[in-house]
């Protein structure tokens, strides 16, 4: 039943009538037609129903092995990179978490650990209600107070991206005379990271987290499965990684 549900999907409806068209058409042969139809199959198919997209962004997670919390050494700051929550005036808590919510779970058991004596907090901006507020700027609000850490939170305010929180965390580094950070992010999103901040003359720890493949998590991976939503998840983020490289290479940010 499980392995039927995604089919009544509407990525699953839409593979099947494909897979239809195309059978009709082949009984047909009509093979003129198929060209543009078959091409949409396959593309579909490849990132839907097989587990290349893992394996893609498999390549990414397996560039910095998993970290032991117990074996990570004491440094100046803990750095956790946005994309863990947006800010959400309804929800008790002021926050609603996102998929990558591994990172400030990862971030928070590192300071309750006392590994270091900084929390630094990064992340984008959200517009509610017409106004921008930061992501960094909310967490500190909402979690500082309650949560009780053996640390000072610091918030990086509202960065446009990875290469604008490395630049603010060296400014930080400089202020404060930090030597070394742990730096705690998805683990496909790591190798980027670390190269951007390694740019700006930090030397870092790395804390890899949010493991989404298979491979790290436990979970069987078949050859070919029902279409679903996590193999095209899998795919866009490798793809915004890979291009997200080379345009840090291009900008010299990295």
């Not at 990132?47 to 498999?58: E, G, K, Q, V, Y």
């Not at 008790?92 to 907090?121: E, Q």
């Amino acid at each position: 039943m499980k392995l039927l549900l995604p089919l009544i999907e509407p990525l699953g409806i839409a593979w099947l009538l494909l897979t239809a068209f195309l059978v009709r058409r082949l009984i047909q042969v009509q093979y003129r037609t198929l060209l543009l139809p078959a091409c949409s199959w396959c593309i579909l198919t490849l990132f839907a129903c097989t587990p290349l997209p893992s394996l893609l962004l498999a390549s990414l997670e397996s560039t910095h092995p998993p970290a032991v919390a117990d074996d990570l050494p004491p440094c100046d700051a803990i750095v956790c990179l946005g994309g863990s929550v947006t800010p959400s005036p309804p929800e008790p808590s002021g926050i609603h978490l996102k998929s990558a919510a591994d990172r400030l779970a990862a971030a928070l058991v590192l300071t309750r650990m006392k590994k270091a004596p900084h929390l630094v907090l990064g992340g984008g901006g959200y517009k509610i209600h017409g106004k921008w507020q930061s992501e960094a700027d909310t967490l500190k609000e909402q979690l500082g107070p309650g949560l009780d850490l053996p640390a000072e939170i610091i918030s990086l305010g509202l960065c446009a991206d990875t290469h604008d929180e490395a630049l603010r965390t060296a400014r930080l580094a400089e202020t404060h005379h930090w030597s070394t950070i742990l730096l705690v992010t998805s683990a496909y999103h790591m190798p980027r990271a670390v190269a951007v901040f390694q740019r700006q003359g930090l030397k870092v720890v790395p804390v890899p987290c949010n493991y989404i493949t298979s491979k790290f998590r436990g979970t069987e991976r078949t050859l070919l499965h029902p279409p679903n939503h996590g193999g095209l998840e899998s795919f866009r983020l490798w793809m915004h990684e890979v291009i997200g490289s080379l345009y840090y290479r291009y900008k010299g940010w990295i």
